[in-house]
């Protein structure tokens, strides 16, 4: 009799161990996942889920409008630097009109183009934001008479002045950048496009 008691007993204890050693590893498991949610919501926070693809469509507009002006240079001896500050303040307009047909005509929708990006263009959104204008005024306005002001400096031969302008305008299209992706969430490429050729402005004056 006290054998099978002790054996009972036994048993008992064997399965109260493996019962501690499952709710251990259930405990450890449901830890590990908890510590992996909030790294990955951390690495969201810190790396925008737009960042890869705002880096993709931003290098292959860069290196589209370099060659552009290789060919314009090779063609028609245009210098570089001239041919990006054209194309901003051309690019600078565009974004002004869309900015307005958005405001006055409810029925307007931007044309999307067939670059990289195209599928999660969100140009509508980005232009009609509260950070695309300041003090009432639209940001592409005001980079359309930076770009008349540049190209007025580069006739005149002031590359300082020019420098100047650009590095101003490289920082504020960069802090845009950085709002269209982290807080709009949404990718504008006529105005990825501008940040590009202020890339390139900046690359050929330094």
């Known amino acids: 009799m006290s054998t099978r008691i002790a054996a009972t007993w036994s048993d008992i204890r064997r399965r109260a161990r493996e019962r501690n050693i499952e709710r251990e590893l259930l405990f450890n498991d449901t830890r590990k996942s908890v510590i992996l949610a909030y790294l990955s919501a951390r690495s969201r926070d810190r790396f925008p889920a737009l960042l890869p693809e705002f880096l993709k469509v931003i290098a292959g507009s860069m290196i589209g409008f370099w060659l552009i002006a290789v060919a314009l240079s090779f063609l028609f001896s245009a210098t570089p630097v001239y041919t990006y500050a054209v194309l901003g303040l051309v690019f600078s307009l565009q974004a002004t009109y869309y900015k307005r047909q958005l405001a006055t005509n409810p029925e307007f929708k931007v044309k999307r183009c067939n670059c ?38 580069l006739y005149r031969g002031d590359a300082g002045a020019a420098l100047l302008v650009t590095i101003a305008a490289a920082l504020v299209s960069g802090y845009l950048a950085y709002v269209m992706v982290a807080r709009i969430k949404a990718l504008c490429s006529t105005c990825i496009n501008i940040a590009a050729l202020n890339a390139l402005i900046l690359w050929s004056l330094m």
């Open 116 to 153: 990289a990006g195209a599928r999660r263009d969100g140009t509508e959104s980005v232009l009609t934001s509260s950070a695309s204008t300041i003090l009432g005024i639209p940001n592409s306005l005001l980079g359309s008479v930076l770009y008349a002001v540049l190209l007025f400096l």
